[in-house]
C-alpha cells in the first residue's frame, strides 16, 4: 500500500473524539476497540512500527503534539480519525471537536483542520495515509458539500463524512469499522479497493466520499487526435465553417490552437497561426467585431515576436510630421539631401496631381548661406 520498499518502522495514530454529552453526534471512541483487534501491520502497512491511541482527548494542544510526534516519524504514517468537525463562525474554520468543546469554545478547545494539514505537509508525498469517519454540523456540512475537505499535496486521504444525524440520535462510526473488519480478516488490500468494500458496507447515500490518491500518477494532457499521416486539419476546419456548421470549427480551431500554445508555447508562430484561423472562421460566420478582435490580438502576437521586452509596438517616424489631412502637399529639401514628399494620406498621389518639383541648381544657390563680414573694431 506504499510505493517503493520502506525500511523505518511506520506509526499509526488512532484518533477517537467527540463532546460529552448533548452535543455528541457520532460514537467515536467505539470504534477504538474494533481497530486495536487488528493485524499491527495493517495499521502501520509496516513489519514493525508504533501505534498510538488518543481516545476522547480534551486539551487541543496535547493532540497536536501527538500529531506532531507522529509526522516526524521517519517513517509511513497512517492516521485513522473518527470523530465530528464543526464550523467557527469567525473565522468560518473547519474544527474537530474534542471532549471539552462547546459551541462558544470551539476556537479554544477543538483542533483546527488546517493545523492538521501544516502538520502532514513537510512529509514526503505517497507516506501519509489518513482514513476518516466524520459527522459535520448542519454549516459546516454545507461547506464541505460547497468545496471539498482536503488534506493538501501528498497525503491520502480516505473515507466519508456524514451529515448530523436528527435530533437525539448518534451516529456510528460504520466506515472505519468495516475497514477494521476487512483487516481483521487477514487481507490488506490496496487502499482504493479497501476504501470501496468499506465504502458499500457503510451504505449511506447521503455521505460524502473522499478518495484522494497522493500516489496516482497525473496524466498530462493530450494533444488533439490527428490522423497517422499527419493530414492538415484546416481544409476540414474551412468546410465545416462554409458548411454552416461555425461552432464546430471554432471548436476545433480552439482545440488545435491550445495544443499548439502547449507544445510550442504561447505566442509561437504555430498558435498565431491557429488564432489567425479563428478570426478568419468568424470573419466567415458574420461576427465581424469578433473577427476584428482576433485580428487585432494575432497582429500584437506577431509584433511581440519580433521585439524585445521595453521597445515600442511600433516603428518610430523620423524627419517632419505630414501636414493634416487635406492641406497641400508639399517639397522641401536640404543641402546635399533628396527632396522629400509628403501626401495628405498614406495612398499614392491622387490622379491629376503634378509631380513634385525637383529643386534646381538656382534654388540651391538661393539656399547657400552668403558670409557676412565682421564689423571692425576701433582704433
Known sequence: MITGETTAPGTALLLAAAPAGKG???????????????????????????????????????????????ATAPGPLTLLLA????????????????????????????????????????????????????????????KISAYGLTLGHGTSLYGRVTPAPTRHRVADPVYLKGV?????????????????????????????????????????????????AAADPLPAILAAAHAGRHAEAASLAGRWEGWAAHTYGPGSAEAVHWLEVRADLAHIAGDAAGSCELWMAAADARLGRHQGPGRPTGPRRRGPRPPPSGSRSRTRAAPGNSARTWWPSAAASPAGAREPRTPSSAD????????????????
Open 364 to 379: 540651391s544657390n538661393s539656399c547657400t548661406p552668403r558670409r557676412i563680414p565682421r564689423a571692425r573694431r576701433g582704433p
Open 24 to 70: 455528541r453526534l457520532i460514537a467515536a471512541s467505539s470504534v477504538l476497540s474494533t481497530l486495536a483487534a487488528c493485524p499491527p501491520s495493517a495499521l502501520t502497512r509496516t513489519a514493525a512500527g508504533t501505534i498510538v491511541e488518543l481516545s476522547d482527548p480534551t486539551d487541543q494542544q496535547t493532540v497536536l503534539t501527538r500529531i506532531r510526534a507522529a
Open 83 to 142: 470523530g465530528q468537525l464543526h464550523l467557527d463562525t469567525r473565522q468560518h474554520g473547519i474544527h474537530l471537536a474534542l471532549a471539552r468543546t462547546t459551541p462558544s469554545t470551539l476556537r479554544y478547545t477543538g483542533l483546527p483542520w488546517a493545523w492538521l494539514a501544516n502538520e502532514l505537509k513537510p512529509r514526503r508525498p505517497g507516506t501519509t495515509v489518513v482514513l476518516v469517519d466524520l459527522v459535520a454540523t448542519p454549516d459546516t456540512w454545507q
Open 180 to 228: 477494521a473488519g476487512i483487516w481483521r480478516s487477514g487481507l490488506t488490500p490496496p487502499l482504493a479497493e479497501l476504501h470501496t468494500r468499506a465504502a458499500a458496507q457503510a451504505g449511506d447515500a447521503t455521505a460524502l466520499l473522499l478518495a484522494a490518491d497522493a500516489t496516482a500518477t497525473p496524466v498530462a494532457p493530450r494533444p488533439p487526435a490527428v490522423e497517422a
